[in-house]
C-alpha cells in the first residue's frame, strides 16, 4: 500500500513527539496477512522484490484498524433510545432487547449486522459484550471468525436486581462461561472475557465465582463496569456496605489484573486509581455514552498521571456512534467542558496503540512494527466536500489530523483491512 502512513510506537503522553511515526509518502509492505516494512516509499522500494503489487492511495491517511475496548453487540438494535440516564435506561430498553438473544438465529443476523457496521467504521478489534445467553455467545464468535477478525467477548453474568428473564443464576453463569471459555478461547484469533455486568446485578457468590473463572483460566480476560454515574455509585455503597469503595468490590473476588478492562470509570478515588495503576487493569473511556446517558466528565488528564492504562470504547448502544472518529471528537468536547484538552496524536493514539494495550495485544495489533498482524484502514481526506475544503487547508499534520478527527466518521474510511485483506471498500469497484 502506498499511501500517508501514521502510527505510533509509544504514548504521546509520555514520549511526546517521539511516539509516533509518520511517512508523507510512504510504504506498508504485507506478507502472510503480516506487517513486513512500513517506511518511506523510496526505501521500501529497494528492498520490495520486483513484481509485488503497489496499490496506491493518494489524499488517504492509513493507519493500524481501531479499537473498540468497550461495546455490546445486542444493543445495535437500541442505539439511538429516548430520555433515560442509566439506571432507568437499563430497565426501559436495556434488558428487553437483550433477552431477544436465547434465539441463535437472531443472535447470527445481529452479530453479523454489528460486524459489518465495526469494519465499516474501521474498527478491527473489539472487547465486546454479549447478552446472559451463552447463545449470543456463539453466534457472535462464529461470525467473528468467519471474518477472522481478532475479538474479545463474553457472556454477561447477572443473578439479581434485574427482571427474571434476564437473569442467570452464580452456579449456572459460572458452567457457562466455562464452557464458552473451552469452546473459544484461544481459537484463531478470539479471546474470551469473563463479563460480569456491573456490581449492581451479580451476587457476592456470582463475582466470586468469576474470580474462580479466572484463576482456573489465566490468559482469559475480566470485563465489567466501574464507577459511570452517581446513582449507581450510591447503589453499590449500598449493596456492597464492607467494601471500601466500588473497585474494591471487584478486588475483593479476584477481579483484577493486566487483562481486567473497566468501562468509564468516571467517578474514581486516588485508591482506585492507584488500585488500577498497581495491577495494570485498564479503563475504557466512553465519551458518546458518557454525554448520551448524562454519566459525567473523564477525567482523563488526572488517571493518566496516576499512571492508569486507558483505551476508548463506543459503548453502543449507550454510546450513539460506531464511529471511532466521531467518538474521540466527544472525547475531545468532553475535555474542554473541563477546561483540557485532548490533542489529535493522543486521541488516535488511545484509538489504535492505546487501546492494544489496555487489550494487552500491543505485541499483536494497533501498530505498524514488523511483525504485527495486517489489520489497518484507510481513511479518505476527501471523502468529504468539507473535508477536503478544510484539510486542503492545513498546513501541518497536527492540524490535519484534527480535522479529520472532528469532522470525520464513516464516510472517511475507504477501505478496512483484516490480516492483510480488505473486508470493508467504501466505494464501488
Ligand atoms: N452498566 C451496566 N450495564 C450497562 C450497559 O449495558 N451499558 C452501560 N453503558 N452501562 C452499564
Ligand atoms: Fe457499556
Redesign the pocket.
Known sequence: IRSQLLYFVDDPATAGDSAWIYHADGILWIEDGLIRMAGDAAEVLLQLPSGVEIEHFDHHLVIPGFIDTHI?YP?TEMIAAYGER?LEW?ETY?FPVESKFGDSEYARQIASFFLDELARNGTTTALV?GSVHPESVDAFFAEAQQRNLRMIAGKVMMDRNAPDYICDEAQQSYEQSKALIERWHGVDRLQYAVTP??AP?SSDEQLQLAGKLLCEYPGVYMHT?LA?NTE?CQWVAELFPEARHYLDVYDRAGLMSRRSVF??GIHLCDDSCKRLSETGASIAH?PS?NLF?GSGLFELDRLTEQGVSVGIGT?VG?GTSFSMLQTLADAYKIQQLRGRKLDPFRALYLATLGGARALDIEDKVGSFQRGREADFVALDLHATELLKFRTGQCKTLFETLFVLNTLGDDRVVDTTWVMGEAIHKRRAV
Do not use: I, N, P
Open positions: 455490546h444493543q442509566l437499563l436495556t459484550f455486568r456491573f446485578t463496569h459511570e449507581e468501562a468509564h466512553c455514552s446517558l459503548d449507550g
